[in-house]
């Protein structure tokens, strides 16, 4: 070191918050970047969701791409691996939980991201050229996964456990009892429900009693009998306060990726198929509007769509794990059924419209948009006498 030199102050290490307040902004800019590309991707497809303009469909993803490696080198870059170091160090503390194994495996899995992006950030292509398009693409996985998985590390290294003053055993049984009755009276509102670090779920409550409200938390599900009250509060902000912090909630599919959707399927809207059938005049044309809806395979109709939206929310239902969910599930399966059982009906009596090779009577004559003018030479009708006016006599 040289006479009067002073060693350079080291930089400071980001707090958690900090840390965990850069994932969160990087996740926000890319659902921006994302929001807007499919803006524009939607405008080189047809009313079908077809690309027809595939050249700016494929600029438009570039552009997507480089707005994401940029938000990432200036936003996240510097901090990911502090952040994962402080997510690995508050997951390590936790108590055993179904969770804790899949967050570790997520935390390695944007681990092995980040060393993948740094390493094509550290041998940057020319700008602009098609080696840079191709390294771009191939970072995208890698960006995404950070803007779909930052959440659990960013909750992990920003997770704070207040300190919570339990109820006494003669308190909670009161206590427990008292929503039990306000439930069967259909008196216990619940507000909102979350999971704690320890995978137990923590609701709130209105608990009524005589036109009077309390804030109740709740552990376990509400409608098993094992759910226990954990704690009264004034309103709900004190609850929050004095609660077990949020985890993020799970997915219902490990694989999906709210940025790595696939193409859109093509396929025609109901109410398309209704204007066919309100513009047809023979029976195959509103015939095949009816078979349109209820075709299976790949460019399935809406009434199958239907089937599998009832068939997906009850598997999500179902995923809840809860009383009611099991039971909502149940219904809905049941409505899936009949929603299979109307497509079939549906499906027949459109072949059988088909049959009936008829078209519309003639007598249904069209209503004329404009009436004609009267010509230029005709004689304008003359108009009706005016009333003699009142003579007043003074």
């Known amino acids: 070191m040289k006479p009067g030199s002073e060693p350079a102050p080291a930089s400071p290490v ?43 469909a494929a600029t438009t993803r ?18 990911a691996d502090a952040l994962l170091d402080a997510a690995h160090r508050a997951l390590d503390e936790l108590p055993p939980a179904r969770h804790t194994t899949g967050w570790r495996t997520v935390l390695d899995g944007l681990a092995a991201s980040t060393a993948e992006i740094r390493h094509a950030l550290d041998r940057p292509a020319a700008p602009g050229s098609a080696a840079e ?5 191939a970072l995208w996985p890698h960006l995404t996964a950070w803007a779909d998985h930052s959440a659990i590390a960013a909750n992990l290294a920003d997770q704070h456990q207040q300190p919570q003053t339990p109820l006494t055993g003669d308190e909670q ?47 376990g599900d509400p409608d098993a009998p094992g ?3 954990i704690g009264h509060y004034t309103h709900e902000y004190e609850a929050g306060q004095a609660l077990p912090a949020a985890v993020p ?7 999906v990726s709210r940025f790595n959707r696939p193409e859109p399927v093509p396929e025609i809207s109901l109410q398309e198929l209704i204007r066919d059938v309100t513009e047809a005049q023979a029976a195959g044309d509103a015939s095949n509007a009816l078979l349109t809806a209820t075709q299976h395979g790949y460019d399935a109709g809406p009434m199958v769509r239907l089937k599998e939206l009832l068939e997906t929310a009850g598997q999500f239902s179902s ?18 059924r009949q929603i299979d059982f109307l497509t079939t009906e549906v499906h027949e009596a459109a072949e059988d419209l088909g049959a009936t090779v008829a078209v519309l009577p003639p007598h249904r004559v069209p209503v004329p948009r404009a009436r004609p003018r009267p ?17 007043r006599h003074r």
């Open 14 to 56: 980001p707090s958690a918050s900090s840390l965990a307040g850069r994932a969160r902004d990087f996740r926000l800019r890319m659902a921006v970047i994302d929001l807007k590309a499919e803006t524009a991707l939607d405008t080189t497809r047809d009313r079908y969701g077809r690309t027809v303009h595939p050249g700016a």
């Open 62 to 79: 570039a552009q997507r791409y480089q707005a994401a490696v940029e938000a990432y080198t200036t936003h996240l870059a510097p901090y």
């Open 133 to 137: 398009h191709a390294q771009h693409t």
């Open 173 to 219: 049984q009161m206590w427990t009892e008292r929503a039990r009755v306000a439930q069967r009276r259909g008196e216990l509102d619940l507000i909102e429900s979350w999971f704690a670090a320890d995978g137990q779920p923590i609701t709130l409550a209105y608990l009524v009693e005589d036109d009077d409200s309390t804030v109740i938390a709740l552990r």
């Open 227 to 229: 759910c226990q009250v």
């Open 249 to 255: 909630p799970g997915v219902l599919r490990a694989d």
């Open 319 to 336: 995923a809840l794990e809860t009383v009611q969910g099991r039971q909502i599930a149940a219904r809905l399966a049941a409505l899936g």
């Open 375 to 391: 010509a230029v030479d005709t004689t304008p009708p003359v108009p009706p006498p005016r009333a003699a006016a009142t003579v």
